[in-house]
Structure formats: structure tokens, C-alpha cells
């Protein structure tokens, strides 16, 4: 019965119950969508590392990362020719391959000057061609690289910087600057997620690459099937000694997997975090919805009350009603989801991370997943009119029904809403006075759900009051009209809290990315402003300042300062055995007259002279002291006693965290094929009113290595604030999706209001209102509901960044900015979406006919 029932009305209310599908879908969609992205994305990986991967792979036992952050600046370890042939003549070996493989090289089309490998994401690798059983990679155009000046080139690349065979190209490594002609292009068998790939001849790769034949930065084997890679492992590993590391294809691929994996999970909670977000503002347009219905239907529902059906099943009708709406909402969200990820393909394409779109990966779990997010947030949120709809009495399918008017909200809602507002605030304060930054987290992770249903609770009590009061403006500047939208929103105070409440939301959860993306700028300005004496700072977009390079710079005249920085792997062993992997930053004796380091105790200048200093944090951690020896080693050096004599501040970020040692003490102690490239260079111009000519200068003095950048302070300011613009305009495109769940909740509630109000709409017709005072009177209503939605929820937003500025407080953003020229837009915007979401329900309101609505027939 309650399905029969279920599937009647919404087939009578088709039209009624449409908005809130498109809400339901569009919210599944976001799900759906990162899930099938996500999923193609690890399927993309594990082809490409499958493709791949060798049985055994056999590299430099310091080749992994050992410090939390990737060594910018490392020269690759290499092993001996000979190995191959060990490896190779082990029992169950059916072939063994010398690899070469590095990814600080520049490929440079010579008629552009540009480099052609991706600027962002994935990197440009260069190494030698090789024939092996499982090659990822095969030509299709040429022919494979022989001798010095030819190379291979993948397809990819070939295709995005217009070149063909035959082509010539330059390739800038830490050897020197090589120029070659394409021999040939190759495309990968599986897909290539974005990364430039530039292949020599195994001797040429060594001489280019590694700077000399007969080195390799892996051996790589493969079995004929008599042993299995265990197998294989423990054979080769028990020749070598504890220089080497072997892997089997599994742990190899576990290996590669590593970074792309956190970075895909962190993007997938992510976007499933602003799904959420679209699904709570979706549940507001659902309660409204179902609400509306359930008014305008009390009459039916009393006389379903009247023949016989008992409360329970006419509660399990709208409640079925619900659940038939969820699956067929979150059957099209799975398919716009679809849509959705190709989107989102497109979008990683253009940041440099290439996956093919032909590929889709849709798993059974997606739908499953989708319908049940789909069916819980539509079933919550239907669950209050469907009990509502339970309480109809049979006496009420006798009496005319009109729009309803409810009172703005109960003592007990009031008295809810004030608690949980107290319990949030308690909280918010709380953190902003946290000691750390875990715990002051925590609790504006707490805060912040805690505030925001307060405010949707005591949302219908605000908003009468302030329609009544800032209302009383509307009759002054649009008259009838204005009056009439002021009666209209103040009728029921909780239809326009809780539609109000998604743009709330929405303008939340916007104006606090926005007080803290500007917040961060302006804490980067500043400290860059109070660290920084140095006038220019040259960086690679390979990591790498090679030799030449740095001679050029040097060599640039009207320069003075001239400050180098490489960065040192380290071990530091604590009095109690303790080792500790971090990075230590060598940098030369001038230094300071480039970056202001201030310290808590000993000096600076001392520690690049002699020692070494460390930060703040790290000292309290281990008990350390100026004057301290400590046990440091370094890559391929055993423990040195280095004296610690300064401890630094950390009261910046362009020195927070970070340890220093001079470059003639690293010199000293790490050998010279283990001492990193420079990976930052930073200089001061001789004369200050010539720094614009000095910028010019050596700009032109780094045009022949385009994977270069220079820098004056201004353009490190704007690379800075382009970074946050990035950051701050993907948040505003993830919240888009809320913005148009929201907009919807606009159109429906209005849309709901003009069916509800047809009769009323006519007799005002009747008594000689016009259609355009009609129109004009519900774009007015959609205009007081958007503002009051978004004056609240910039509101709460300028709270939640004030309080999340407080709490990053310790990570760098110790000034606080609030744009309120940002604001003001959002505001705005939020506002014309309001007009733009009225216009169908205002037309319909004007094109009502006055005798059709007087007399209540269809």
C-alpha cells in the first residue's frame, strides 16, 4: 500500500519533485565522479608500473629518499658495469640490463628557446634505449638512437611540442648542453601520465647523464620461470653487501606507487569532502521540498486518513516516496558522475598529469556507494515532513488550505540553538588559543560544525528578525511589491532560514578559504620583506643549478652577494643513540647578507663558519644546547663531531625548520661525487638604483637555459600570491557545485511558494496588481533570501577564517587579512544568482490566470 501510494504521488507531482532530483543527482555526481576519477587514476599507475616494473631491480642502497622531503640537488648513485654480469649470471636469470635514469635534465626545442617537458606535475626523464622483454615503450616512427647526437622521443611529448623525426633539440644536463637530432618517437604501451621522456644510446646516456661510461644507475633482471622473485631476491642480495638494495616487481611497483598514492588519496578525501558539503546543502532543498509537499497536500493526505490508511503507512509512504526519488537521482548522478571525472581528466591534463580518458575505471562499488549516499541524505532528510505528514488528521481533508503561516521558532528551538551556538563558540575561542597546532585543529574542526547548525537552527528566529527590520526598507524602494515580499518571507521564517541556510553554507565555507588565503599572502609578504636582503633568487625548475650555469651567473656583472644553497641528506645522532633523518641545508659564508636567519641562541654566522645550527623546535625536542657536539652523517660519510652553535628562530618560513651548515664545512666532510648540485642561488645587485638594469642583465645572461627562473622580490611576492589564487579558485570551483545545489533550492522553494500561493497570486491580480509587480515581487523575495543567506554566511565565514588564522598562527600566518573587497563580491554574486534562480518561478507567477486561480481549478 505505502508503495502504491509512493509511486502515485510522484507521478502526480512529477513537475513538484523534479528540482530535488537534479539536487540528489548533482550531489551523487560529485561522489561518483571522484571515485571514478581516483580509480582510473590508480588503474593508470598500476599499468604503467606494471608495464614497467622488472622481476628484480637492483639499485644504490641510498637511492630512497631517507629524509621526510625529496633531496633537491642530489647527484644520482651509480653502480659498476661488472654488476650486470654478476647478476646476469645467476641460476633462474634469464637476461640482466644496465639502467640509466635521471630527471634534472631540460629538453629545449631550439627554434623556440622553450622547453618542451611539462613545467608542472610529472617530470622530464632522461636515460639510455634498451631492448627488454616487458618494454613500456615502442617506435613508431624512426629508428632507435645511435651515437651522440641522436635520441629517442616520446610520442606524447612529440605531439605537444609539434616535432617530428628528425628534428633537433638540446638537452641541458649536469655534464653541459648537448644538442641532438630526433632519431626517433616512441610511444608508451601503457598510458603516460604527463612525464617527458628522452632516451640516448647506453654509452651517450652514461657520458650525458652520469658523466662517464661504464656506471648505471640500476641493473634490472628477469627470470626464465624456474625461480619466483623471492627467489631471485635472496640469491642476489646474498652476493652483495649493504651498498646495494634488491626489489621484486612487487615491491618495486609498492615502491613507485608510494608518492602518487598519498597525493591520490589526499585529492580524494578532498573532493569527497566538498561532495559532502553538496550533499548537506542538498538535504536542505529536500527538507524544503518535502515540507512544501506535504502542506500542499495535507488535504489529500487527510482524506487518505479518512478512508481507513493509518498514520504508519502514510509515514512509509512519503518516506518510499523518498527512497524511489534517491535511486533514480543517484542513477543519473552516477552517470553525470561519469561525466564529472572525464572533466576532472581534462583539468589534471592541463596541469600537467595526463590520464586517458578512454580508460575509465567504474567499479560495482561506485553505484552501490552512490545509490546508499544517495538514499541515506534523502531518507534523513525527508525523515521530519514524513513525520509531519504522519500527525494529518481525517478532519483536515474538509478544510480549505492555504499558504501556511508558522511562527519563527519554538522556546525549545531557541533554546537549542542558543547551547549549541555557546558550545561552538566556547570551542572556536578555544582554539584560537590552543598551544598546538593539533590541538587548536581539532577544535575548529570541532567548532565549526557545531556553529554552523546553530545558525540553521536559530536561522528562521534571524531571519524574521531581520527581514522584519532591514525589511522595512523594501516598500520604501520598490512599494507593493517590496511590501508584499517582505509578508511573503516573514510567513514562514523557516522555509526562508532553511533555504537561506545552503547559501549560508556555501558563503561560509568561501569567505573563510578566502580571510585565509589572504591571510597567507600577506604573512608571505611580510616575512619575505623581514628575511630577505637579496634582490633576485634564481632557481631551476629541475631542481638543478648545474656548473655552467652557476659560472654564468657569477660571471653576470653588477652583481655582488652572490649566495649559494644545496641540500645535504643527513643523519644526526642523538647522546642517546637516537638517529634522526633530516634535511641540512649548506649554504656559503655570506649568507646572512642574503636572509636575515635570527636565532634564539649562539650565532649564525658562527655556525656556517665552524658548525652548524638547527631550528628552535628540533633543539627543545632533543634537549640540545649551543655548544653541543653532535654525531652527523652525511651520504656516503660516516658520523663527523660537528659543534651545534646557533638555534634558530622560528619565527619565519623562509628559515623555519631548516638546518644550516657552511659549504666549505659539507666540502670537508661529504665526497665530491656525493656533494649535491646548487639548487638556489641567491644575489644582490652592486647598485640599488640600478637593480632594474641588473634584473634585465642577468635575465638575459639565463636566456639560452629556459628551465630557469629569476625572481626579483616583487615577482617572488606574485608567484607567491599565484599559488593561493591557484589554491583559493580550485576550492571556489569544488564549492561551485554547492553554489548550484543551492541556487536550485532558490528556484524550488520558490517555485513550491507560486504553486502554493496560486489562489492568493490571483486574487492580488484581481484587485489590479500588475504581472510585472507580480515578477517584481518574487525576484524581490529570491533577493531578500539570497542576502540574508549570504550576509549570514559571510558572517560565519569571517569568524571560522579569524579562528583558522589563529591556529596556523605557529605555521606562518601571523598577520590577518580580511578582503573585504572579496566580500562584497560574493555577496553580489551570491545575490544575482538569487534574481537568476526567481526568473522562471517570477514568470510563472505573472502568467498566473486570475479566474483559473480565484476559482482553484486546474
Known amino acids: 500500500m505505502a508503495f502504491t501510494i509512493a509511486v502515485k504521488s510522484s507521478v502526480a507531482h512529477r513537475g513538484r519533485t523534479a528540482l530535488s532530483l537534479i539536487a540528489i543527482a548533482l550531489s551523487v555526481a560529485f561522489v561518483a565522479g571522484t571515485l571514478i576519477f581516483t580509480d582510473t587514476a590508480n588503474a593508470t599507475f598500476d599499468r604503467l608500473f606494471k608495464a614497467t616494473a622488472a622481476d628484480i631491480t637492483v639499485s644504490p642502497s641510498g637511492q630512497d629518499a631517507t629524509t621526510p622531503q625529496r633531496q633537491s640537488g642530489a647527484r644520482p648513485q651509480t653502480l659498476p658495469e661488472k654488476l650486470v654480469q654478476r647478476i646476469a649470471a645467476n641460476p633462474g636469470v634469464r637476461s640482466a640490463q644496465g639502467e640509466v635514469s635521471v630527471q634534472d635534465v631540460a629538453i629545449v626545442n631550439p627554434a623556440t628557446n622553450k622547453s618542451i617537458g611539462p613545467t608542472e606535475g610529472a617530470p622530464s626523464i632522461a636515460g639510455n634505449w634498451y631492448i627488454r622483454p616487458n618494454s613500456a615503450l615502442e617506435i613508431t616512427d624512426g629508428q632507435a638512437p645511435h651515437g651522440p647526437s641522436r635520441a629517442l622521443l616520446d610520442a606524447d611529448t612529440a605531439h605537444r611540442a609539434h616535432l617530428k623525426t628528425g628534428a633537433p633539440l638540446r638537452i641541458i644536463t649536469t655534464t653541459g648542453t648537448h644538442n641532438v637530432i630526433i632519431s626517433g618517437i616512441a610511444a608508451f604501451t601503457s598510458t603516460n601520465p604527463g612525464a617527458a621522456l628522452i632516451l640516448f644510446d647506453t654509452p651517450t646516456a652514461q657520458t650525458y647523464l652520469l658523466g662517464h661510461t661504464g656506471v648505471y644507475t640500476s641493473v634490472v633482471a628477469f627470470g626464465d620461470g624456474t625461480k619466483t622473485n623471492e627467489q631471485l631476491k635472496t ?303 634564481v632557481t631551476s625548475r629541475s631542481g638543478i643549478i648545474t656548473p655552467a650555469i652557476l659560472k654564468v651567473i657569477r660571471s653576470t656583472p653588477e652583481l655582488r652577494h652572490i649566495s649559494e644553497e644545496r641540500q645535504l641528506a643527513a643523519s644526526i645522532i642523538t647522546a642517546n643513540g637516537e638517529v634522526i633523518h633530516r634535511r641540512i641545508d649548506a649554504v656559503t659564508s655570506n649568507y646572512h647578507q642574503n ?136 576550492i571556489y570551483g569544488l564549492l561551485g557545485l554547492s553554489v548550484i545545489v543551492g541556487a536550485l533550492g532558490v528556484m524550488n522553494t520558490l517555485t513550491l511558494s507560486v504553486i502554493e500561493r496560486t489562489r492568493e497570486i490571483g486574487l492580488l491580480r484581481a484587485v489590479g496588481l500588475q504581472r510585472f509587480q507580480i515578477l517584481c515581487m518574487i525576484q524581490i523575495e529570491s533577493l531578500v533570501i539570497t542576502l540574508f543567506g549570504s550576509v549570514l554566511g559571510a558572517g560565519l565565514g569571517v569568524v571560522w577564517g579569524v579562528a583558522g588564522q589563529r591556529v596556523l598562527r605557529g605555521e606562518g600566518l601571523r598577520e590577518l587579512a580580511v578582503p573585504t573587497g572579496s566580500l562584497m563580491e560574493m555577496i553580489l554574486s551570491a545575490m544575482l544568482i538569487g534574481l537568476l534562480a526567481a526568473l522562471a518561478p517570477a514568470f510563472r507567477a505573472s502568467k498566473v490566470n486570475v479566474l483559473t486561480a480565484i476559482t482553484g481549478r486546474p
Open 235 to 537: 640469491q642476489i642480495a646474498a652476493e652483495l653487501d649493504n651498498s646495494h638494495q634488491v626489489h621484486t616487481a612487487a615491491e618495486t611497483i609498492a615502491k613507485n606507487k608510494t608518492g602518487f598514492g598519498d597525493y591520490l588519496r589526499f585529492l580524494k578525501y578532498a573532493m569527497l569532502g566538498f561532495a559532502g558539503i553538496s550533499l548537506l546543502v542538498g538535504g536542505f532543498l529536500i527538507v524544503n521540498t518535502y515540507l512544501m509537499l506535504v502542506g500542499q497536500r495535507t488535504r489529500e493526505i487527510g482524506l487518505l486518513r479518512a478512508i481507513g490508511i493509518d498514520r504508519a503507512k502514510i509515514h512509509q509512504s512519503i518516506l518510499t516516496e523518498a527512497l524511489i526519488m534517491s535511486l533514480i537521482g543517484s542513477a543519473l548522478g552516477v552517470a553525470a558522475g561519469y561525466l564529472l571525472a572525464m572533466g576532472l581528466i581534462q583539468l589534471m591534463g592541463a596541469l600537467g598529469m595526463r590520464f586517458d580518458s578512454t580508460h575509465l575505471t567504474l567499479r560495482w562499488t561506485v553505484p552501490i556507494t552512490a545509490a546508499a549516499v544517495g538514499a541515506a541524505t534523502t531518507l534523513a532528510a525527508a525523515w521530519l515532513p514524513a513525520r509531519r505528514a504522519g500527525t494529518v488528521s481525517p478532519i483536515e481533508a474538509l478544510r480549505e488550505h492555504q499558504a501556511p503561516i508558522e511562527e519563527a521558532a519554538s522556546q525549545v528551538r531557541v533554546t537549542v540553538g542558543i547551547l549549541v551556538s555557546a558550545i561552538g563558540t566556547t570551542l572556536l575561542i578555544a582554539s584560537t588559543e590552543a598551544s598546538d597546532l593539533h590541538t587548536g585543529g581539532i577544535l575548529l574542526g570541532l567548532g565549526i560544525p557545531f556553529t554552523l547548525v546553530a545558525m540553521v537552527i536559530l536561522g528562521p528566529l534571524l531571519a524574521a528578525a531581520v527581514i522584519r527590520t532591514a525589511g522595512a526598507a523594501l516598500p520604501v524602494l520598490f512599494g507593493v511589491p517590496g511590501r508584499l515580499s517582505q509578508c511573503n518571507a516573514l510567513r514562514n521564517p523557516r522555509r526562508t532560514g532553511t533555504t537561506a541556510a545552503a547559501l549560508m553554507t556555501c558563503l561560509a565555507l568561501v569567505t573563510s578559504a578566502s580571510v585565509i588565503a589572504s591571510s597567507m599572502v600577506i604573512s608571505a609578504t611580510s616575512q619575505i620583506e623581514a628575511a630577505v636582503g637579496a634582490d633576485y633568487l
Open 595 to 730: 636572509i636575515n636567519v635570527r636565532t634564539r641562541a649562539g650565532d649564525f654566522n658562527a655556525a656556517i663558519a665552524e658548525g652548524i645550527s638547527l631550528d628552535e623546535d628540533f633543539a627543545n625536542a632533543h634537549h640540545l644546547k649551543v655548544g653541543d657536539e653532535l654525531q652527523v652523517e652525511f651520504q656516503g660519510t660516516g658520523p663527523h663531531p660537528i659543534p651545534l652553535r646557533a638555534i634558530t628562530a622560528e619565527d619565519n618560513d623562509l628559515y623555519k625548520g631548516r638546518g644550516f651548515i657552511g659549504i666549505a664545512t659539507a666540502q670537508q666532510l661529504v665526497p665530491e661525487d656525493r656533494m649535491p648540485f646548487v639548487n638556489q642561488v641567491l644575489a644582490t645587485a652592486a647598485d640599488p638604483e640600478r637593480s632594474t638594469q641588473t634584473y634585465s642583465a642577468l635575465q638575459a645572461s639565463l636566456a639560452g637555459f629556459p628551465q630557469m627562473r629569476v625572481m626579483n622580490q616583487f615577482d617572488y611576492k606574485m608567484l607567491i600570491r599565484s599559488q593561493v589564487d591557484q589554491l583559493i579558485h580550485m
